[in-house]
């Protein structure tokens, strides 16, 4: 399945951080976030990107590009350094198609945008390149197959730490509850999508406001409920919580190490789609207006 990854928002949250970058370009160990994205969906199989840019998509492309595989592989050196013999390679069979989509395009309008990549594929992946997690995905993709819903969603738990409070009227508190207990579930911005989504959107229709809420009144939109390791880089904190994983070497959503550590380097198969589809076109096109 092809995937659609968002990527081209300001991040201001992050702008503290580095006004010279994106925030999916931000650095977890020697890869930047975009990366460790897009490894988790070739683990599993899924392979054909389409990266939504906007603010600073040259930043993304130059590091594509030029992209170094050594930096993140083994590999041997030899003749003084004339030869390089690499021991494992990360993008050799991605395809990635870089799409302009505009500056401050929302969600929606940047999946609008490319809506021609998709060619006739009738279900396709998305995720808003911003978040960590080592959920296993063929659950959440098998289980849309087998229904007739158009869009699915991860649901996961905030990592947040704060309280709800409930109040009177007149101001007294009848309970305190953290986030935690108070059962709240949030989108954890990984979504399985059918063609059919485009009929749901209207221009200037976030995502997961307008087109969600007309698929909820017709029972169209599922959840796939996840308890496990999930982590979105909201803040510089966020940043540095996964970082200090990475250094730790207790990175929970490298799960090619954890099969490498098992003896098993096969990745898993991606889940199966009828539909048989023509490559992915190859240039650009600008945002809608």
């Not at 401050?104 to 021609?116: D, K, T």
């Not at 080592?134 to 704060?162: E, G, K, Q, Y």
Request: charged residues 25%; aromatic residues 14%.
């Amino acid at each position: 399945m092809r995937v659609v990854l968002f990527c081209g928002g300001l991040g201001m949250r992050l702008r503290d951080y580095s006004d010279t970058i994106p925030k999916p370009m931000v650095q977890i160990g020697y890869r930047p976030l975009i990366w460790w994205v897009m490894k988790y969906y070739a683990y599993f199989g899924h392979r054909d990107f389409i990266l939504c840019l906007g603010y600073k998509g040259d930043v993304i492309k130059d590091y594509f590009l030029n992209y170094n595989e050594c930096r993140s592989n083994d590999f041997v050196l030899s003749q003084g350094g004339k030869r390089i013999d690499l021991l494992q390679k990360d993008i050799e069979d991605w395809r990635i198609t870089f799409v302009d989509t505009g500056i401050n395009a929302n969600i929606g309008e940047r999946l609008m945008a490319v809506e021609p990549f998709l060619r006739d594929d009738e279900v396709f992946l998305a995720n808003y390149s911003d978040g960590l997690t080592d959920f296993p995905l063929p659950v959440m993709i098998n289980d849309f197959l087998r229904n007739d819903h158009v869009a699915t969603f991860l649901s996961v738990r905030p990592h947040n730490t704060f309280h709800f409070v409930s109040r009177r009227e007149d101001g007294l508190v009848t309970g305190i509850e953290d986030v935690i207990s108070a059962n709240v579930w949030i989108n954890g911005g990984c979504f399985v999508l059918r063609r059919s989504i485009f009929s749901y959107m209207q221009p200037g229709d976030e995502l997961v406001v307008e087109p969600f809420q007309r698929l909820i009144a017709q029972g169209k939109l599922a959840t796939q409920p996840y308890e496990g390791f999930w982590r979105c880089v909201d803040t510089f904190k966020d940043l540095q919580a996964l970082e200090a994983l990475y250094t730790k070497g207790h990175a929970p959503w490298e799960l090619w190490r954890r099969d490498s550590a098992a003896g098993n380097r096969r990745p898993r198969a991606a889940a199966p789609i009828a539909a048989s589809r023509e490559p992915a076109m190859a240039w650009e096109i600008q945002a809608r207006s």
